[in-house]
């Protein structure tokens, strides 16, 4: 069993609590062959009975995590990192206020200068004194004021941009999104990037790779595979993404994605990483 979150998690199966694992980490419980209930149990709650069918010899194997904040675990089949809707919100509105901003000054740049002008060839603008130079006095004066009026409606547009972008589903959502499951990793850029899948089966290794552009998850296609064209390189191995890209450089995020690795990928996960 796997805990993939970042609380200690108690495994009761068939009534009775066997023993904990810990954040991160994973562990074996002995169970004879036959019928049993496996559930993970939380501070904030526990799973629902998962129903289990152990043939002789065989094993199962399952998946759990507690976001944290006191919320019930859950059973795990995907492992999925995206920037949270806050980070998502706050791109968003940095991207329209910079572009209206910009706007703003240029439109007000345009408008101090056209005035300026216009009073000068009436005889009656108070830059007078200053002559033609007055020009470098009024563009740029108006350029503030109209860059801070279209710079505030950029804020206010970009937030309402983000939130309705973050809650309108997966189709139309802009953050990036990485998912890992027992069978391949999936990275889509965006809403309207291609999705990158990479099956397990093709990789002879995966792991964290930490350059001076931030650390990277890589990919080391198996013999015979070739990543796609125009992917970066690192180390060695093909970049699938940056992990702030998908929200997981912090300390928290990235020990889950480790978890995840280990669990998902296996032996081809490279430990030693990032």
Do not use: K
């Not at 809650?167 to 850029?189: I, K, N, V």
């Not at 300390?251 to 998902?264: C, V």
Request: include cysteine; charge should be positive; proline fraction near 4%.
């Amino acid at each position: 069993m796997a805990n993939l979150g970042g609380t200690e998690l108690v495994v009761v199966i068939d009534g009775a609590a066997v023993g904990a694992v810990e954040a991160g980490a994973q562990e074996s419980f002995p169970l004879a062959p036959g019928e049993h209930t496996l559930q993970a149990r939380a501070a904030g709650g526990a799973t629902a009975l998962r129903r289990l069918t152990l043939e002789p010899g065989g094993t199962a194997r399952a998946a759990f995590e507690a976001p944290g904040g006191g919320t019930a675990p859950h059973h795990v089949e995907t492992a999925v990192f995206t920037p949270s809707r806050g980070a998502a919100v706050a791109g968003a509105t940095g991207r329209f206020t910079a572009g209206s901003t910009g706007l703003g000054a240029g439109v007000g740049a345009a408008m101090g200068a056209f005035f300026f002008v216009s009073d000068m060839l009436s005889g009656q603008g108070g830059l007078n004194e200053y002559g033609w130079a007055g020009i470098f006095i009024a563009a740029p004066a108006v350029a503030v004021i109209v860059g801070v009026l279209f710079g505030a409606g950029g804020i206010l547009f970009g937030a309402l941009s983000g939130l309705s972008e973050t809650r309108g589903g997966a189709a139309r959502d802009p953050r990036h999104r990485l998912a890992l499951d027992a069978t391949r990793l999936s990275f889509r850029r965006g809403a309207e990037g291609a999705a990158l899948h990479v099956a397990w089966a093709g990789v002879e290794r995966v792991g964290l790779v930490e350059d001076p552009r931030g650390a990277a998850l890589v990919v080391w296609y198996a013999p015979g595979r070739t990543p796609p064209a125009g992917a970066e390189r690192l180390d060695g191995g093909a970049v699938v993404c940056r992990l702030r890209e998908v929200g997981a450089a912090g300390a928290s995020q990235r020990r889950r994605l480790r978890a995840a690795l280990r669990w998902f990928a296996g032996r081809r996960y490279a430990q030693a990483d990032a």
